[in-house]
T-cell receptor, first 114, second 109 residues
């Protein structure tokens, strides 16, 4: 158990809908990262927050947004969903800004868009 | 564009048969190369960080090495419990992490 909690574990929705994925980092970790994992593309870095502020941005679509709250939990909002958004979404956390590369991953939220 | 390529995509080894996994990378200012292990249905689990060419790290049957353009994960006398997907990632000067698609390792008893 990494200590990172993600909810929901599974989510099935329809195209055009909006969903919110939630992540609670390990106790004491200030950074939260969001990744998308699909079969053909592997783990794609979406975004990182550090202590409430956006720290780094990857290939995150404009339809997606994220935030980190004062209690350090984070939410990833996916809107106007398309079939291609079906994937496993991972949250990870780290103590600092990720200099050591030691990220602790949750077990993921599997999103299926029908 | 920053990129990580891993080979082979899949590898089957007999128990005790040593081998190496490759990770080639192009990155705008390497700020670390990382190896992770991922079991089916689980999130990746951190193994190693390497920062500069020539650096090596070891953990049990695993040894990671780094050159200016690639990294190797050497597996010595693997056991069935080493079966997993091994992921390589790099961090650039923009603090972005890029993962490869992984090598799926199966160790046969």
């Amino acid at each position: 158990d990494s200590g990172v909690t993600q909810t929901p574990k599974h989510l099935i929705t329809a195209t055009g809908q909006r969903v919110t994925l939630r992540c609670s980092p390990r106790s004491g970790d200030l950074s939260v990262y969001w990744y998308q994992q699909s079969l053909d593309q592997g783990l794609q870095f979406l975004i990182q927050y550090y202590n409430g502020e956006e720290r780094a941005k990857g290939n995150i679509l404009e339809r997606f947004s994220a935030q980190q709250f004062p209690d350090l939990h984070s939410e990833l909002n996916l809107s106007s969903l398309e079939l291609g958004d079906s994937a496993l979404y991972f949250c990870a956390s780290s103590v600092g800004t990720g200099l050591t590369g030691e990220l602790f991953f949750g077990e993921g939220s599997r999103l299926t868009v029908l | 564009e920053d990129q990580v390529t891993q080979s082979p995509e899949a590898l089957r080894l007999q128990e005790g048969e040593s081998s190496s996994l490759n990770c080639s990378y192009t990155v705008s200012g390497l700020r670390g190369l990382f190896w992770y292990r991922q079991d089916p249905g689980k999130g990746p689990e951190f193994l190693f960080t390497l920062y500069s060419a020539g650096e090596e790290k070891e953990k049990e049957r695993l040894k990671a090495t780094l050159t200016k353009k690639e990294s190797f994960l050497h597996i010595t006398a693997p056991k069935p419990e080493d079966s997993a997907t091994y992921l390589c990632a790099v961090r650039n000067t923009g603090n972005q992490f890029y993962f490869g698609t992984g090598t799926s390792l199966t160790v046969i008893p």
